[in-house]
C-alpha cells in the first residue's frame, strides 16, 4: 500500500481484509529531504520532506493486517555512497 493513490485510502485498504506490505511514501520515501529548509540538507536530492519523525509515525499504522513496512529508497537519484548512507541513516533504521 502507498499513500500517495487517492483510491486507496488506508480505510480502504484495511476493509479489504488483506495482508499488506505499506510503502508510504509520507513515511518510508528515504530518496527524498529529511530535513527543512532543503538548504540545510547536505546533499541535493528529490523535493519533498520525510523527516525522522514521519518515518518514526508509520508505527501509528500498526495493524493485524500489516505484514511490514517496506522503505524506498530510489539509488537512480542518488550521486554517491556518501550520499545513499546520508539519505538512508537514521531513518532506515527507524523502519
Same mark, same amino acid.
Given at each position: 500500500?502507498?499513500?500517495?493513490?487517492?483510491?486507496?485510502?488506508?480505510?480502504?485498504?484495511?476493509?479489504? $481484509?488483506?495482508?499488506? =506490505? =505499506? &510503502?508510504?511514501?509520507?513515511?518510508? +520515501?528515504?530518496? =527524498? +529531504? /529529511?530535513?527543512?529548509?532543503?538548504?540545510?540538507?547536505?546533499?541535493?536530492? /528529490?523535493? %519533498?520532506?520525510?523527516? !525522522?519523525?514521519?518515518? +518514526? %509515525? &508509520?508505527? *501509528?499504522?500498526?495493524?493485524?493486517?500489516?505484514? $511490514?513496512? /517496506? @522503505?524506498?529508497?530510489?539509488?537512480?537519484?542518488?550521486?554517491?555512497?556518501?550520499? !545513499?548512507?546520508? *539519505?538512508?541513516?537514521?531513518? @532506515?533504521?527507524? !523502519?
Amino acid at each position: 500500500w502507498r499513500d500517495w493513490s487517492p483510491e486507496a485510502s488506508w480505510e480502504a485498504m484495511l476493509d479489504l $481484509g488483506r495482508r499488506l =506490505i =505499506i &510503502a508510504p511514501a509520507s513515511k518510508s +520515501y528515504l530518496d =527524498i +529531504y /529529511q530535513v527543512e529548509p532543503h538548504s540545510a540538507s547536505s546533499y541535493s536530492v /528529490q523535493e %519533498g520532506t520525510v523527516s !525522522l519523525r514521519d518515518t +518514526y %509515525g &508509520a508505527a *501509528q499504522l500498526e495493524s493485524p493486517s500489516v505484514l $511490514g513496512v /517496506q @522503505g524506498c529508497l530510489w539509488s537512480e537519484h542518488l550521486d554517491s555512497w556518501k550520499v !545513499l548512507e546520508y *539519505q538512508l541513516f537514521p531513518r @532506515g533504521a527507524a !523502519l
